[in-house]
């Protein structure tokens, strides 16, 4: 069954957002495996996009709250590693923002920002645009999309 009921899409938009928190996990290979497998690729891609800002944008709200034991008991993130990258973040937020896909320090990024109260608007965007630009670019390198 298509649109709303499409199982698969909600799969991937679940991983998608835990991705993007607590769980080390690919979303990019159930992108690459439902698209080989006749999902529409620009709604995989939307999807995809949508699940990693939105879990993002809940390390961004953790950092937000500021709650030291949450951050290191659900993102595993040692309050000394935030603090290493605090000068970083503070003069180049939206750069940064836009980085939060990356492996391993994304999610220490979103945490950061929230951390320092960066701008909610400005971060949303630039993280949406780096998220989004990253699952095109997978499903291009992979010859899915486009």
């Known amino acids: 069954m298509e649109g709303l009921f499409d199982y698969s899409l909600w799969g991937l938009f679940l991983a998608s957002f835990l991705a993007a928190t607590v769980v080390p996990f690919s979303s990019e290979a159930l992108l690459t495996f439902l698209i080989a497998n006749g999902t529409d690729p620009y709604s995989a891609v939307m999807v995809a ?43 180049r937020g939206a750069i940064f923002a836009f980085l939060c896909w990356l492996p391993a320090v994304g999610d220490i990024i979103a945490v950061g920002l929230g951390l320092l109260r960066a701008n909610i608007l400005i971060t949303a965007i630039a993280m949406l645009a780096g998220k989004f630009i990253r699952y095109v670019i997978w499903g291009w390198l992979t010859g899915l999309v486009f």
């Open 49 to 91: 996009t949508a699940g990693n800002w939105l879990g993002g944008m809940s390390s961004f709200a953790i950092g937000y709250l500021g709650k030291w034991e949450w951050i290191e008991k659900y993102l595993r993130i040692k309050r000394e590693t935030i603090e290493r990258w605090h000068n970083r973040l503070y003069k």
